[in-house]
Protein backbone atom coordinates (compact mmCIF):
# COMPACT_ATOMS: atom_id res chain seq x y z
CA UNK A 1 0.00 0.00 0.00
CA UNK A 2 1.56 3.40 -0.79
CA UNK A 3 0.53 6.45 1.18
CA UNK A 4 0.88 10.09 0.08
CA UNK A 5 1.19 12.42 3.26
CA UNK A 6 1.47 16.65 1.88
CA UNK A 7 2.21 19.09 4.12
CA UNK A 8 3.22 22.88 2.91
CA UNK A 9 6.51 22.86 1.59
CA UNK A 10 6.17 18.77 0.41
CA UNK A 11 4.47 15.84 -0.33
CA UNK A 12 6.13 12.60 1.21
CA UNK A 13 6.29 9.26 -0.09
CA UNK A 14 4.95 6.62 2.59
CA UNK A 15 5.89 3.12 2.01
CA UNK A 16 3.38 1.48 4.70
CA UNK A 17 6.05 -1.81 5.02
CA UNK A 18 3.43 -3.92 6.66
CA UNK A 19 4.23 -7.66 6.49
CA UNK A 20 1.13 -9.85 7.70
CA UNK A 21 1.53 -12.29 11.13
CA UNK A 22 4.94 -10.43 11.62
CA UNK A 23 6.18 -8.89 14.70
CA UNK A 24 9.33 -6.65 16.21
CA UNK A 25 12.42 -7.94 17.36
CA UNK A 26 15.47 -6.20 18.41
CA UNK A 27 16.50 -4.07 14.94
CA UNK A 28 13.90 -1.70 15.16
CA UNK A 29 14.20 0.69 11.87
CA UNK A 30 14.96 4.34 12.42
CA UNK A 31 13.29 6.98 10.65
CA UNK A 32 15.37 9.23 8.71
CA UNK A 33 15.22 11.98 11.75
CA UNK A 34 17.70 9.45 12.62
CA UNK A 35 20.15 9.29 10.18
CA UNK A 36 19.76 12.71 9.66
CA UNK A 37 21.50 13.12 13.21
CA UNK A 38 24.25 10.95 12.20
CA UNK A 39 24.52 12.34 8.64
CA UNK A 40 25.32 15.95 10.38
CA UNK A 41 24.23 18.95 8.62
CA UNK A 42 23.64 17.22 5.35
CA UNK A 43 21.10 14.66 6.77
CA UNK A 44 19.22 17.95 8.77
CA UNK A 45 18.78 19.57 5.63
CA UNK A 46 17.55 16.00 4.56
CA UNK A 47 15.26 15.93 6.99
CA UNK A 48 13.48 19.46 6.35
CA UNK A 49 12.77 17.81 2.69
CA UNK A 50 11.80 14.01 3.23
CA UNK A 51 10.91 12.12 5.95
CA UNK A 52 9.62 8.54 4.91
CA UNK A 53 7.02 7.42 8.02
CA UNK A 54 7.31 4.01 8.50
CA UNK A 55 4.80 2.63 9.72
CA UNK A 56 5.19 -0.79 11.26
CA UNK A 57 2.37 -2.97 12.45
CA UNK A 58 3.95 -4.40 15.87
CA UNK A 59 5.23 -0.59 16.49
CA UNK A 60 1.56 -0.05 16.66
CA UNK A 61 1.51 -2.98 18.85
CA UNK A 62 3.91 -1.26 21.25
CA UNK A 63 2.36 2.02 21.49
CA UNK A 64 -1.07 1.97 24.26
CA UNK A 65 -3.02 -0.41 26.06
CA UNK A 66 -6.20 -2.28 24.82
CA UNK A 67 -5.55 -4.18 22.14
CA UNK A 68 -3.83 -4.44 18.40
CA UNK A 69 -6.60 -2.26 17.26
CA UNK A 70 -6.84 0.33 20.26
CA UNK A 71 -9.56 -1.14 21.19
CA UNK A 72 -10.22 -2.91 24.85
CA UNK A 73 -9.64 -6.49 24.89
CA UNK A 74 -12.60 -8.31 26.05
CA UNK A 75 -11.36 -10.90 28.46
CA UNK A 76 -13.89 -13.54 27.82
CA UNK A 77 -12.24 -14.11 24.83
CA UNK A 78 -8.80 -14.42 26.11
CA UNK A 79 -7.07 -17.25 25.63
CA UNK A 80 -4.55 -19.34 28.01
CA UNK A 81 -1.55 -20.22 26.43
CA UNK A 82 1.49 -21.98 28.60
CA UNK A 83 4.50 -20.55 28.24
CA UNK A 84 8.24 -22.27 28.79
CA UNK A 85 9.27 -19.31 30.71
CA UNK A 86 13.28 -21.10 30.69
CA UNK A 87 13.75 -21.57 27.31
CA UNK A 88 16.08 -19.41 25.52
CA UNK A 89 20.03 -17.90 25.68
CA UNK A 90 18.32 -14.75 27.56
CA UNK A 91 15.53 -16.62 29.69
CA UNK A 92 13.86 -15.83 32.20
CA UNK A 93 14.11 -11.90 32.30
CA UNK A 94 12.76 -10.94 28.59
CA UNK A 95 10.98 -13.80 28.05
CA UNK A 96 8.83 -12.55 31.23
CA UNK A 97 9.18 -8.78 29.80
CA UNK A 98 7.67 -10.16 26.47
CA UNK A 99 4.43 -12.07 28.01
CA UNK A 100 3.87 -8.50 30.23
CA UNK A 101 3.28 -6.74 27.03
CA UNK A 102 1.67 -9.39 25.32
CA UNK A 103 -1.07 -10.09 27.91
CA UNK A 104 -2.03 -6.20 27.61
CA UNK A 105 -1.84 -6.18 23.65
CA UNK A 106 -3.34 -9.79 22.72
CA UNK A 107 -6.62 -11.42 23.61
CA UNK A 108 -4.01 -13.86 25.78
CA UNK A 109 -3.47 -14.77 29.30
CA UNK A 110 -0.30 -16.79 30.28
CA UNK A 111 0.69 -19.22 32.46
CA UNK A 112 4.42 -18.61 32.98
CA UNK A 113 6.27 -22.00 33.83
CA UNK A 114 9.96 -21.52 35.39
CA UNK A 115 12.11 -21.91 37.88
CA UNK A 116 11.35 -19.76 41.07
CA UNK A 117 14.28 -18.23 41.93
CA UNK A 118 15.20 -17.32 38.75
CA UNK A 119 11.89 -15.42 37.82
CA UNK A 120 12.70 -13.41 41.46
CA UNK A 121 16.32 -12.56 39.92
CA UNK A 122 14.88 -11.29 36.59
CA UNK A 123 12.18 -9.16 38.06
CA UNK A 124 14.40 -7.53 40.44
CA UNK A 125 17.10 -6.77 37.55
CA UNK A 126 14.52 -5.70 35.17
CA UNK A 127 12.06 -3.99 37.89
CA UNK A 128 9.04 -5.82 36.52
CA UNK A 129 7.85 -6.50 40.14
CA UNK A 130 5.00 -4.13 39.89
CA UNK A 131 4.51 -4.42 36.76
CA UNK A 132 4.18 -8.30 37.11
CA UNK A 133 1.65 -7.88 40.54
CA UNK A 134 -0.88 -5.96 38.69
CA UNK A 135 -1.08 -8.28 35.70
CA UNK A 136 -1.33 -11.61 38.55
CA UNK A 137 -3.76 -9.41 40.20
CA UNK A 138 -5.81 -8.72 36.99
CA UNK A 139 -5.38 -12.94 36.16
CA UNK A 140 -3.59 -12.17 33.16
CA UNK A 141 -0.15 -13.65 34.32
CA UNK A 142 -0.22 -16.83 36.83
CA UNK A 143 3.30 -18.20 37.75
CA UNK A 144 3.86 -21.94 37.49
CA UNK A 145 7.02 -22.79 39.51
CA UNK A 146 9.13 -26.02 37.77
CA UNK A 147 12.04 -27.84 38.53
CA UNK A 148 15.51 -28.01 36.55
CA UNK A 149 15.20 -26.56 33.30
CA UNK A 150 16.75 -27.87 30.20
CA UNK A 151 19.60 -26.17 28.88
CA UNK A 152 19.99 -24.92 25.62
CA UNK A 153 23.27 -27.21 24.74
CA UNK A 154 21.93 -30.56 26.10
CA UNK A 155 20.45 -33.98 24.70
CA UNK A 156 16.99 -33.90 23.51
CA UNK A 157 16.52 -37.14 25.38
CA UNK A 158 16.85 -35.31 28.32
CA UNK A 159 13.09 -33.97 28.60
CA UNK A 160 12.56 -37.58 29.90
CA UNK A 161 15.12 -37.31 33.32
CA UNK A 162 14.27 -34.02 34.03
CA UNK A 163 10.11 -34.67 34.15
CA UNK A 164 9.61 -31.28 35.95
CA UNK A 165 11.33 -29.15 33.80
CA UNK A 166 9.75 -26.21 32.47
CA UNK A 167 9.31 -27.66 28.87
CA UNK A 168 7.52 -30.57 30.15
CA UNK A 169 5.49 -28.85 32.43
CA UNK A 170 3.94 -26.18 29.87
CA UNK A 171 3.37 -29.12 27.86
CA UNK A 172 1.60 -30.71 30.67
CA UNK A 173 -0.78 -27.63 30.44
CA UNK A 174 -1.94 -28.09 27.55
CA UNK A 175 -2.30 -31.95 27.39
CA UNK A 176 -4.57 -31.32 30.34
CA UNK A 177 -6.57 -28.44 28.85
CA UNK A 178 -5.45 -25.83 30.77
CA UNK A 179 -4.10 -23.59 28.06
CA UNK A 180 -5.02 -23.90 24.16
CA UNK A 181 -1.24 -23.56 23.06
CA UNK A 182 2.58 -23.41 24.34
CA UNK A 183 5.15 -21.22 23.20
CA UNK A 184 9.15 -22.01 24.09
CA UNK A 185 12.25 -20.06 22.87
CA UNK A 186 14.57 -23.21 24.68
CA UNK A 187 16.50 -26.33 22.88
CA UNK A 188 13.69 -27.00 19.65
CA UNK A 189 15.28 -30.73 19.68
CA UNK A 190 13.99 -30.93 23.39
CA UNK A 191 11.03 -28.75 22.42
CA UNK A 192 10.19 -31.14 19.86
CA UNK A 193 11.00 -34.50 21.88
CA UNK A 194 8.66 -33.44 24.99
CA UNK A 195 6.05 -32.20 22.20
CA UNK A 196 5.92 -36.04 21.04
CA UNK A 197 6.19 -37.63 24.42
CA UNK A 198 3.70 -35.55 26.09
CA UNK A 199 1.29 -34.14 23.34
CA UNK A 200 1.75 -37.19 20.93
CA UNK A 201 1.39 -37.12 17.03
CA UNK A 202 -1.46 -36.80 15.18
CA UNK A 203 -3.12 -39.75 13.64
CA UNK A 204 -1.67 -40.07 10.04
CA UNK A 205 1.09 -38.19 10.64
CA UNK A 206 4.72 -40.18 10.71
CA UNK A 207 7.21 -37.28 11.63
CA UNK A 208 5.99 -33.73 13.24
CA UNK A 209 7.05 -30.38 10.84
CA UNK A 210 8.37 -27.12 11.98
CA UNK A 211 6.81 -24.68 9.60
CA UNK A 212 8.34 -20.72 9.69
CA UNK A 213 6.87 -17.81 8.06
CA UNK A 214 8.93 -16.54 5.20
CA UNK A 215 8.76 -13.17 3.47
CA UNK A 216 7.83 -12.76 -0.02
CA UNK A 217 8.32 -9.86 -2.67
CA UNK A 218 4.74 -8.80 -1.63
CA UNK A 219 4.74 -7.18 2.17
CA UNK A 220 1.31 -8.87 2.32
CA UNK A 221 1.75 -12.32 1.41
CA UNK A 222 4.21 -14.66 3.51
CA UNK A 223 4.72 -18.44 2.32
CA UNK A 224 5.31 -21.28 4.88
CA UNK A 225 8.44 -23.63 4.34
CA UNK A 226 8.23 -26.68 6.24
CA UNK A 227 10.16 -28.67 7.69
CA UNK A 228 12.78 -25.94 8.26
CA UNK A 229 14.65 -28.45 11.07
CA UNK A 230 13.01 -31.22 12.76
CA UNK A 231 13.74 -33.87 10.56
CA UNK A 232 17.47 -34.08 8.71
CA UNK A 233 15.96 -36.85 6.31
CA UNK A 234 12.65 -37.33 5.15
CA UNK A 235 10.49 -40.00 2.87
CA UNK A 236 8.42 -38.91 0.39
CA UNK A 237 5.50 -40.12 2.37
CA UNK A 238 6.55 -37.49 5.03
CA UNK A 239 6.77 -34.67 2.41
CA UNK A 240 3.22 -35.86 1.67
CA UNK A 241 1.95 -35.25 5.31
CA UNK A 242 3.40 -31.92 5.37
CA UNK A 243 1.91 -30.71 2.59
CA UNK A 244 -1.81 -31.60 3.86
CA UNK A 245 -0.58 -29.97 7.77
CA UNK A 246 0.92 -26.80 5.55
CA UNK A 247 -2.15 -26.35 3.72
CA UNK A 248 -4.42 -26.44 6.54
CA UNK A 249 -2.62 -24.15 8.52
CA UNK A 250 -2.39 -21.97 4.98
CA UNK A 251 -5.99 -21.90 4.69
CA UNK A 252 -6.92 -21.14 8.45
CA UNK A 253 -4.71 -18.89 9.79
CA UNK A 254 -3.07 -17.17 6.78
CA UNK A 255 -6.12 -17.08 5.12
CA UNK A 256 -5.06 -18.08 2.07
CA UNK A 257 -8.44 -19.48 0.61
CA UNK A 258 -6.88 -21.91 -2.28
CA UNK A 259 -3.06 -22.44 -1.05
CA UNK A 260 -0.31 -23.26 -4.09
CA UNK A 261 1.70 -25.86 -2.58
CA UNK A 262 5.16 -26.39 -3.78
CA UNK A 263 8.10 -29.41 -3.80
CA UNK A 264 10.99 -27.03 -3.19
CA UNK A 265 13.63 -28.65 -6.31
CA UNK A 266 16.43 -27.78 -8.45
CA UNK A 267 14.44 -27.40 -11.26
CA UNK A 268 10.71 -27.33 -12.21
CA UNK A 269 10.64 -29.99 -14.41
CA UNK A 270 8.68 -33.22 -13.17
CA UNK A 271 11.74 -35.14 -13.98
CA UNK A 272 14.43 -33.32 -12.06
CA UNK A 273 15.64 -33.59 -8.47
CA UNK A 274 16.80 -36.40 -6.42
CA UNK A 275 15.33 -39.62 -5.69
CA UNK A 276 13.28 -38.29 -3.08
CA UNK A 277 11.73 -35.68 -5.07
CA UNK A 278 11.20 -37.72 -7.56
CA UNK A 279 9.09 -40.37 -5.55
CA UNK A 280 7.06 -36.98 -3.81
CA UNK A 281 6.57 -35.83 -7.39
CA UNK A 282 3.76 -38.54 -8.46
CA UNK A 283 2.16 -38.07 -4.62
CA UNK A 284 2.01 -34.63 -4.13
CA UNK A 285 0.52 -34.92 -8.02
CA UNK A 286 -2.20 -37.51 -6.99
CA UNK A 287 -3.33 -35.55 -4.49
CA UNK A 288 -6.84 -33.59 -4.46
CA UNK A 289 -6.93 -32.54 -0.79
CA UNK A 290 -5.12 -29.52 -1.99
CA UNK A 291 -3.83 -27.73 -5.19
CA UNK A 292 -0.21 -28.54 -5.91
CA UNK A 293 1.63 -26.12 -8.15
CA UNK A 294 4.18 -28.08 -9.18
CA UNK A 295 7.89 -27.79 -8.71
CA UNK A 296 9.63 -24.69 -6.23
CA UNK A 297 13.08 -24.01 -7.07
CA UNK A 298 15.24 -22.27 -4.95
CA UNK A 299 15.02 -18.75 -6.70
CA UNK A 300 11.01 -19.18 -6.23
CA UNK A 301 10.39 -19.36 -2.76
CA UNK A 302 10.30 -15.68 -1.97
CA UNK A 303 8.34 -14.71 -5.06
CA UNK A 304 5.00 -14.82 -4.06
CA UNK A 305 4.11 -17.47 -6.34
CA UNK A 306 3.69 -20.52 -3.74
CA UNK A 307 1.82 -20.57 -0.38
CA UNK A 308 3.52 -23.67 1.51
CA UNK A 309 7.20 -25.32 0.26
CA UNK A 310 7.59 -28.48 1.24
CA UNK A 311 10.94 -30.16 1.67
CA UNK A 312 13.52 -32.23 3.99
CA UNK A 313 14.58 -30.45 7.19
CA UNK A 314 18.31 -30.45 6.66
CA UNK A 315 17.49 -28.34 3.34
CA UNK A 316 15.07 -26.10 5.36
CA UNK A 317 17.30 -25.07 7.57
CA UNK A 318 20.20 -24.68 5.71
CA UNK A 319 17.53 -22.10 4.10
CA UNK A 320 16.33 -20.29 7.33
CA UNK A 321 19.58 -19.81 8.27
CA UNK A 322 20.41 -18.54 5.04
CA UNK A 323 17.75 -15.69 5.00
CA UNK A 324 18.57 -14.70 8.65
CA UNK A 325 21.96 -13.77 6.88
CA UNK A 326 20.25 -12.46 3.51
CA UNK A 327 18.99 -9.33 5.40
CA UNK A 328 22.27 -7.78 7.83
CA UNK A 329 24.67 -8.78 4.56
CA UNK A 330 22.53 -6.98 1.98
CA UNK A 331 22.61 -3.45 4.47
CA UNK A 332 26.35 -3.40 5.13
CA UNK A 333 26.75 -4.17 1.34
CA UNK A 334 25.16 -1.58 0.63
CA UNK A 335 26.57 0.87 2.94
CA UNK A 336 30.07 0.08 1.88
CA UNK A 337 28.88 1.08 -2.32
CA UNK A 338 27.05 4.22 -0.77
CA UNK A 339 29.07 7.24 -2.10
CA UNK A 340 31.01 9.42 0.30
CA UNK A 341 31.26 12.99 0.71
CA UNK A 342 28.20 15.77 1.94
CA UNK A 343 26.09 14.71 -1.00
CA UNK A 344 26.59 10.90 -1.00
CA UNK A 345 25.73 11.48 2.99
CA UNK A 346 22.44 13.40 1.85
CA UNK A 347 21.10 10.28 -0.03
CA UNK A 348 22.24 7.93 2.49
CA UNK A 349 19.96 9.50 4.85
CA UNK A 350 17.33 8.63 2.49
CA UNK A 351 18.26 5.38 1.04
CA UNK A 352 18.86 3.77 4.86
CA UNK A 353 15.78 4.03 6.29
CA UNK A 354 14.27 1.97 3.09
CA UNK A 355 17.11 -0.08 3.62
CA UNK A 356 16.63 -0.83 7.57
CA UNK A 357 12.58 -1.53 6.36
CA UNK A 358 14.21 -4.03 4.11
CA UNK A 359 16.50 -6.04 6.57
CA UNK A 360 13.43 -6.07 8.97
CA UNK A 361 11.50 -7.74 6.54
CA UNK A 362 14.24 -10.50 6.53
CA UNK A 363 15.08 -10.62 10.23
CA UNK A 364 13.90 -13.88 11.75
CA UNK A 365 13.15 -11.67 15.12
CA UNK A 366 10.41 -9.95 13.71
CA UNK A 367 8.61 -13.43 12.69
CA UNK A 368 8.33 -15.02 16.11
CA UNK A 369 8.97 -18.25 15.91
CA UNK A 370 7.61 -21.55 13.71
CA UNK A 371 4.89 -23.78 14.09
CA UNK A 372 5.54 -27.35 15.12
CA UNK A 373 2.70 -29.09 12.91
CA UNK A 374 1.82 -32.66 13.47
CA UNK A 375 1.56 -32.74 17.17
CA UNK A 376 -1.68 -33.10 18.95
CA UNK A 377 -1.49 -29.07 20.42
CA UNK A 378 -0.12 -25.64 19.57
CA UNK A 379 2.85 -25.63 19.62
CA UNK A 380 5.18 -22.48 18.45
CA UNK A 381 9.13 -22.67 18.64
CA UNK A 382 10.72 -19.33 19.46
CA UNK A 383 14.89 -18.56 18.09
CA UNK A 384 16.85 -19.33 21.01
CA UNK A 385 17.79 -15.53 21.02
CA UNK A 386 14.51 -14.35 21.37
CA UNK A 387 13.54 -11.39 23.98
CA UNK A 388 10.93 -9.31 24.22
CA UNK A 389 9.12 -8.18 21.33
CA UNK A 390 10.05 -11.70 19.37
CA UNK A 391 7.56 -13.24 22.22
CA UNK A 392 4.89 -11.26 21.40
CA UNK A 393 5.31 -12.25 17.97
CA UNK A 394 5.32 -15.33 19.24
CA UNK A 395 2.31 -15.56 21.36
CA UNK A 396 0.16 -13.59 18.68
CA UNK A 397 1.09 -17.24 16.32
CA UNK A 398 -0.06 -19.25 19.17
CA UNK A 399 -3.22 -17.54 19.73
CA UNK A 400 -4.26 -16.97 16.02
CA UNK A 401 -3.18 -20.72 15.67
CA UNK A 402 -5.86 -21.73 18.74
CA UNK A 403 -8.45 -19.48 17.94
CA UNK A 404 -8.91 -20.44 14.30
CA UNK A 405 -9.62 -23.95 14.99
CA UNK A 406 -6.33 -24.76 13.40
CA UNK A 407 -6.69 -28.62 15.26
CA UNK A 408 -10.11 -29.26 14.62
CA UNK A 409 -9.19 -29.57 11.41
CA UNK A 410 -5.91 -31.47 11.91
CA UNK A 411 -8.02 -34.01 13.35
CA UNK A 412 -10.74 -34.39 10.97
CA UNK A 413 -7.34 -34.28 8.59
CA UNK A 414 -6.58 -37.46 10.49
CA UNK A 415 -9.65 -39.27 10.70
CA UNK A 416 -9.71 -39.57 7.06
CA UNK A 417 -6.38 -40.64 6.68
CA UNK A 418 -7.64 -43.26 9.45
CA UNK A 419 -10.71 -44.48 7.05
CA UNK A 420 -8.82 -44.22 4.18
CA UNK A 421 -6.55 -46.77 5.32
CA UNK A 422 -9.55 -48.94 6.47
CA UNK A 423 -11.05 -48.71 3.45
CA UNK A 424 -7.75 -49.91 1.62
Not at 9 to 36: F, P, Q
Request: hydrophobic share 45%; aromatic share 4%.
Amino acid sequence: MIWYRRNAAVTTLVDSASAAGTAAGSMAGSVVSTAGTAAGAAGAAANTVLQPLVVDPLRRLQQGVGGVDGEAINDADRLWVAVDGMGGDYAPGPILEGCLRAVRLLPVRVKFVAETAAVEAAVAELELGEELREAQQQGLIELVPSGPSVGMNEEATVVRKKRDASINMAMDLVKAGEATAIYSAGNSGAVMASAIFRLGRLKGIDRPAIGALFPTKDPAQQVLVLDVGANMDAKPSYLHQWALLGNIYSRDVLQVQEPRIGLLNIGEEECKGNDQALKTYPLMAAETRFRFAGNCEGRDVLSGDFDVVVCDGFTGNVLLKFLESVGSVLLDVLKAELPRGRRGKVGSAFLMSNLRRIKKRLDHAEHGGALLLGVNGVCVIGHGSSKALSVVSALRIAHSAANHGVMEDLHRLSEAENETVACG
